[in-house]
């Protein structure tokens, strides 16, 4: 009979939160435009038709009213590449921290 060896006990490591940094910023997703495309509206007032890139197209389902942060393309351009899907926790984690304001989000969530 052979002897149960223990697990050894799993270390939890905190992922550091994808912040804005220069080139890209925080947006809220107000519609699906089709295709792979969505139209966004960011921080700083501006609406930008956003691009959901293969790597996140099937694994990352993107709905109405979700905070994502955004890589744009150029100074001046309406079109930019989304670049991660923040979740609940995170948004929330984002609004104690003061990078959103809290009525930034809940502007979004009456879309839905």
Known sequence: MSKKSK???EVKTEIPLPSPEEGTTICGVVRHLGGDYVLV?????YERKARIPGKLRKKVWIIEGDIVL???WGAGSDKCD????YSKSEVNTLVERGIIPKEFVDALSGLT
């Open 70 to 72: 955004v890589g744009l």
């Open 41 to 45: 509206r960011c921080i700083d007032g």
């Open 82 to 85: 989304l670049v991660h899907k």
């Open 7 to 9: 697990k050894p006990e």
